[in-house]
């Protein structure tokens, strides 16, 4: 079976651009969930969704952070205008309900410049 | 306030030998899940091991067992006849099943297995 599928495995940007991080959870699972990984700030979970709805979002930092789940198998978190403190590896998460096992894409390593 | 503590920032183990990683948790919240994962020099994070608050039985998983003291709060991983694969980060995770019912993780454990 497919895990969660995330795109671009990496991606170097110059400070100002829009970023667009794509994933795809495992099928069949109603949560996703979007967290960043930093040296400074470890993991942190920015935002959840359960059933496409976003149930959780005071961990997005600041209005340049928009997250979106049009449908069951598809999420995007967008990042307009990326800052250099934006670098960081970013995972898609899903799991089958809220309360079981959350399994993780390989990442997304975002570097801007 | 930390809800996952690891105090342990790195730790080091010789092959074959067994090795326990330290993860103190917070919670007022009686129904809870702890996790550990595994995160390779590669980047992957990889789900190890789950128990939940009302477990009787330690949870185990292969070679992984998680030795959890409710009444201490801590839920440390033992790794038993360490290979040099195992060497990676690891990451002690909580979910409380009310209010955010997210994970929250730990600051890691880097592992190494020396030959």
């Known amino acids: 079976d497919a895990g969660v599928i995330q795109s671009p495995r990496h991606e170097v940007t110059e400070m100002g651009q829009e970023v667009t991080l794509r994933c795809k959870p495992i099928?069949?699972?109603?949560?996703l969930f979007w967290y960043r990984q930093t040296m400074m700030r470890g993991l942190e979970l920015l935002i959840y969704?359960?059933?496409?709805?976003?149930?959780?979002d005071s961990g997005m930092p600041e209005d340049r952070f928009s997250a979106k789940m049009p449908n069951a198998s598809f999420s995007t978190l967008k990042i307009q205008p990326s800052e250099p403190r934006d670098s960081a590896v970013y995972f898609c998460?899903?799991?089958?309900?809220?309360?079981?096992?959350?399994?993780f894409g390989e990442g997304s390593w975002l570097t801007v410049v | 306030a930390q809800k996952i503590t690891q105090t342990q920032p790195g730790m080091f183990v010789q092959e074959k030998e067994a090795v326990t990683l330290d993860c103190t948790y917070d919670t007022s919240d009686p129904s809870y899940g702890l996790f550990w994962y595994k995160q390779p020099s590669s980047g992957e994070m990889i789900f190890l091991i789950y128990q939940g608050s009302y477990d009787q039985q330690n949870a185990t998983e292969g070679r992984y067992s998680l030795n959890f003291q409710k009444a201490r709060k801590s839920a440390n991983l033992v790794i038993s006849a360490s290979q040099l694969g195992d060497s990676a980060m690891y990451f002690c995770a909580m979910r409380e099943d009310t209010g955010r019912r997210a994970l929250t993780f730990g600051s890691g454990t880097r592992l190494q297995v020396q030959p």
């Open positions: 099928s069949g699972h109603n949560s």
């Open positions: 998460a899903s799991s089958l309900t809220i309360g079981n096992t959350i399994y």
């Open positions: 969704f359960n059933n496409n709805v976003p149930i959780d």
